[in-house]
Structures are given as C-alpha cells and as structure tokens.
C-alpha cells in the first residue's frame, strides 16, 4: 500500500494518509515498513529497502480517534524516512 495516499511524482516522501495507520489499528496488524527507491515507474524494475517490523500493540488497546491515527501515521513517515537517508 501506499500509505501516502497515492504514488509520489517527484519521488519525494510525502505526508502520509491516517488511512494506513486506520488499517493498521481495525486489523492489529504488525507493519513491515517497505522504501521504495528512486521514482516509481510502473513496468519498471525497483529498488526496495525493507525495514524492521513495527509493532502498535500498545496503540490497539487505545479506542481509534484523529489524534491516535495521525501518531501512527507520523510513526511509519519517520521510520520510511530513516529508511530513504
């Protein structure tokens, strides 16, 4: 998935969608965080960096609300910005 909403056009991480981290919490799922990089191009052969788990274990024991979500959110940005250098 791409949690940024879309695919980037310049290549470029962007702000990321509290959808991924909704996804994440309905379904208590461990994220393996995945950097795709340079640009994406469809067809095109890619360089990944894949990344240490992320567990959310203490946020699934929390009611899902706006404030949850975007720390979530701002937590895998982080981490896929680490990730790219």
């Known amino acids: ?3 940024e909403g879309t695919r980037s056009k310049d290549g ?3 702000e990321f969608s509290r959808g991924i981290a909704s996804i994440a919490h309905k379904s208590k799922a ?3 965080p995945v950097a795709i990089i340079d640009k994406y191009r469809y067809f095109k052969p ?4 894949i990344g240490k788990p992320l567990c959310f274990e203490s946020y699934f024991e929390q009611k899902s609300n706006t404030e949850l979500l975007d ?3 701002v937590e895998m940005r982080q981490t896929i910005k ?3 250098g």
């Open 1 to 3: 998935m791409f949690p």
């Open 12 to 14: 470029k991480l962007q």
């Open 30 to 32: 461990t994220i393996i």
């Open 46 to 49: 890619l360089k990944l960096r």
């Open 71 to 73: 720390q979530m959110a």
């Open 82 to 84: 680490k990730m790219l």
